[in-house]
């Protein structure tokens, strides 16, 4: 296939690119004839990954009443109201809601008042918590609780069944997800669904879910398993073609900033440091079992004295990985992600959901909060995702919050943490700054000729086309 009139970089003249058996180069013979394209000028860029997301959850949360608008409360209650005149499901699913700025307090109650009989479900954005009734503390057999909202260890075991659906039909969802986010250049993800994700992928792709590769996280209650079918970070996935392969080890250590159970150092207003729900030593335990057998660890750290006690096993076991979030560090512990080989793996979008969170509840902290200035002038490695569904999985979103700390409500919030275009974009893609010849077929193009020069415009940027190993994954050529 031959790309005519590519542009790979903004300003560049345009030049034509040949690809040849998955990759970008080969002399102009390698393959006859071929396909001619023309792109009439259009940007052609390294293709995008998503470094942290929870697929599943993601497919899922687009088939649930959405709750990320509600601004209390009382909201949340008349969603569920509109749902309550349809028959099906038996358990409403909702998602999305963020009550840390509430002016009222969530409580089974105010659900019981509309559904004293029907399930009703609120799943936080964060995915560190949920808000049951009555009938849905019953139908899950749960024994009564004081206000019906469940966090971290109250929540996390529940997770699954309070989503869950029939297999084939939450394959039929993600298969759409897949399609969806391959529209927005996105070639690969990495899957930190609580799932056996290996055979999860392995049916799916099996199954013709082909339009993105996905590093499979493993979660601690499958890592034995994991170890005994002799699988290490990197190896391909038997049977995927390539497309799936081992992930890192995923261990949570504390909670999150929007239920106020990411551990810290210094005391939320209640007096509350949050919750380590993983000890030290338990964790190194873990860890070094992983790296004794090839498997990286991904630790998720959100709160400053977490991120200190993930980065001290990193430091003790001499593990290859990352810290999932970083969203608060100590001034201490900056220049260890560098010296200990450690990538903060980050989620730019947040910042926009969670500045004013911080404020409030990291006050006087906020310097060192969502610090990927310093992370990078410190010496860190980046890698850029979304969390999805926490944030949107659209890697444009994801760049744009990165390069431009604009709210949504027009403050400017800790401008020095901005990260530039090209760090920003190599965080996206692997380390790769613009198509170079070798490298792999995985290319967005955009249908336009130059990246928007704004933030809210960047989040929107324009897909004409996406590529996976030379093969199109979405666009006018793509044939499926």
Known sequence: MLLRQARLAPGADPVDLRIHDGRVGGSAG???????????????????????????????????????????????VALFATRLGEPEPDVVVAHGFRDGLWPDEPNAALLDAIAPHRPLVAVSADLHGAWLNTAALQHFSLAPHPTGLLRE??????MNEIQRVDPDVLDRWVDDAARAVAARGVVGIVDFEIADNITAWSRRITAGTDRLRVRCGIWPQWLDATIDAGWRT?????????????????????????????????????????????PPDQLA???????????????????????????????????????????????????????????????PAHVHDDAE???????????????????????ATLSLG??????????????????????????????????????????????RERVTAGDVADLVVLNADALPATGAALAETPVWGTMLGGRWTYGPLCEN
């Open 285 to 347: 335990r873990w860890m070094t079992r992983a790296r004794d057998h090839g498997i990286d660890s991904a630790i998720h750290a959100i709160g400053d004295r977490a991120c200190e006690h993930v980065l001290d096993c990193f430091e003790t076991t001499g593990t290859r990985g990352s810290v999932e979030h970083a969203q608060l560090v100590a001034d201490a512990d900056f220049a260890r992600f560098a010296q200990l080989g450690v990538t903060a793996s980050i989620q």
């Open 153 to 158: 260890a109250e929540f996390m075991p529940l």
């Open 30 to 76: 390698d393959d006859g004839a071929g396909e001619v394209v023309d792109l009439g000028g259009r940007l052609v860029l390294p293709g995008l990954w998503d470094s942290h997301v929870h697929f599943d959850q993601w497919a899922l949360s687009q088939a649930a009443l959405d709750l990320s608008g509600a601004r209390s409360a009382a909201e949340v």
């Open 357 to 379: 969170l911080a404020d409030r509840y990291w006050a006087g902290r906020t310097a060192r909060a969502f610090p990927y200035g310093t992370l990078l002038g410190s010496g």
């Open 234 to 278: 990197g190896d391909e996935i038997p049977g995927t073609g390539g497309l799936a392969t081992v992930g890192p080890m995923k261990v949570i250590v504390d909670g999150s900033l929007g239920t106020r159970t990411a551990y810290c150092h210094d005391p939320y207003p209640d007096g509350d440091h949050g919750v380590l729900t993983v």
């Open 386 to 431: 979304s969390d999805a569904p926490v944030a949107r999985l659209d890697p444009w979103l994801t760049l744009a919050a990165a390069v431009d700390r604009t709210l949504p409500d027009g403050r400017v919030w800790h401008r020095e943490h901005e990260l530039p275009w090209p760090v920003a974009l190599a965080a996206s893609t692997g380390g």
